[in-house]
């Protein structure tokens, strides 16, 4: 992953409304991705996952897309909350090994 | 259900010492990851075990080492402390696929 220093790019999202997280992967041939919440502080909590022969998977209030065409993942929280304000990250598993690759992760911010 | 245990949460360290951050995985996960994580920073990929096997290696300093014991529990150890070696490390452990991270250990070298 690429360093961004402390300037994470920022989703600013009113409580009740969807949110809708995106991140890029490096691999096309990458064939498993995990999203991850991380509150401060603390370690990167599992979401959800998706393979890569799905399109979509969904879990409770959150939705993963993932497009090989464009190497493009997306997460979609529903009626987002307050609770839901941490950083998401999406971690792609380098295929043959034992190694995930951590995106970017997006700052999600709910306002009241 | 049983999490992926770190210790110790804490820790502070002079540079040029050595300081050793221990990783008990969720029970019957056959795979063992660490993580560095620096402010705002996502996690970097240090190294893994699989079976107590070393399997990866990402950007892992010689300084570094790593093993995993008989009990599965793991040990990053890490001599020569300098002062960017100031993270958050991250411990994970799987079964097949689904990664889960421990607490993490925030080591501060001074």
């Known amino acids: 992953g690429e360093s961004v220093g402390l300037h994470l790019p920022t989703l600013s999202v009113q409580e009740g409304d969807n949110s809708i997280i995106n991140c890029a992967y490096s691999n096309s041939a990458s064939d498993y991705f995990i999203w991850y919440k991380q509150e401060s502080g603390k370690g990167p909590q599992f979401i959800i996952d998706?393979?890569?022969?799905?399109d979509k998977r969904q879990g409770q209030r959150v939705t993963v897309l993932l497009n090989k065409t464009v190497k493009h993942l997306s997460l979609q929280i529903a009626a987002t909350q307050p609770g839901d304000s941490a950083v998401y990250f999406c971690?792609?598993?380098?295929?043959?090994?034992?190694?995930?690759?951590f995106g970017t992760g997006t700052r999600l911010k709910v306002l009241a | 259900a049983a999490g992926v245990i770190q210790s110790p949460r804490h820790l502070i360290k002079e540079k040029r010492e050595t300081a050793t951050l221990k990783c008990y995985p969720i029970p019957r996960h056959d795979t063992v990851y660490w993580y560095q994580q620096g402010p705002g920073q996502d996690p970097q990929f240090l190294i893994s075990?699989?079976?107590?096997?070393?399997?990866d290696k990402g950007s892992i300093p010689d300084r570094f080492s790593a093993q995993q014991f008989s009990d599965y529990h793991s040990e990053l150890n890490m001599s020569s402390l300098e002062l960017g070696d100031s993270a958050l490390y991250f411990c994970a452990s799987s079964l097949r696929s689904e990664q889960y991270f421990g607490p993490g250990t925030r080591l501060t070298v001074t």
């Open positions: 971690a792609e598993k380098d295929p043959g090994t034992y190694k995930y690759i």
């Open positions: 075990f699989y079976e107590k096997m070393q399997s």
């Open positions: 998706i393979r890569s022969n799905m």
